[in-house]
């Protein structure tokens, strides 16, 4: 489905694709768009196809421009319970079993006791549901059993016919060990 999108902020770069939202104050929605990543903070204007990937909105771009934005977007703070959300529309899917506003691309924060490591970690809040986070572009990892703030975007992994929550720090500070 092609769409174009004017004035969006980019709200995290990762190495072969970006996510961007309404805007710097209000985050309405989060996509993800692939493509060589305009800087962080910066207004971006997008052209494309948008398709679904691994339960993810994603717009594969014919162009890309980019402006000087407002800065990169305050993040939305959240218990992992609630992070992940239902499905949106008949285009935009939530989260096997999610409830709740469809929060999936957004910039958020959350906290919790690590669980596990491994390839990513796992954090619990004591709200009930434990939230994975991706340590793809971390080179520090949290010790299990310590207290972490995290903010990243909120995207998704696949799993057989299930869609999962994930959270995917841009950077090694976007891990605070308390």
């Not at 717009?59 to 402006?67: F, K, L, M, T, Y």
């Not at 669980?115 to 080179?139: H, K």
Request: glycine share 12%.
């Amino acid at each position: 489905m092609p769409v174009v999108l004017s004035n969006k902020v980019v709200s995290a770069t990762f190495g072969d694709h970006f996510y961007i939202c309404d805007s710097k104050e209000v985050q309405g929605s989060g996509i993800r768009v692939n493509g060589t990543p305009p800087t962080e903070g910066s207004y971006a204007d997008i052209s494309g196809n948008l398709n679904t990937l691994n339960g993810e909105r994603v717009i594969i771009p014919w162009h890309i421009e980019s402006s000087p934005g407002p800065g990169t977007p305050d993040p939305l703070f959240m218990l992992t319970r609630c992070v992940g959300g239902a499905r949106l529309n008949p285009y935009t899917p939530g989260i096997t079993s999610g409830i709740g506003t469809n929060n999936i691309g957004l910039l958020i924060a959350t906290a919790g006791r690590v669980t596990r490591i491994g390839n990513s970690f796992l954090i619990d809040d004591g709200s009930g549901t434990q939230l994975e986070v991706d340590s793809t572009t971390l080179t520090n990892l949290p010790d299990d059993g310590c207290f972490v703030f995290v903010t990243g975007i909120r995207g998704t992994r696949q799993s057989d016919d299930r869609i999962l929550p994930l959270l995917k720090p841009r950077r090694n500070s976007d891990v605070i060990v308390r």
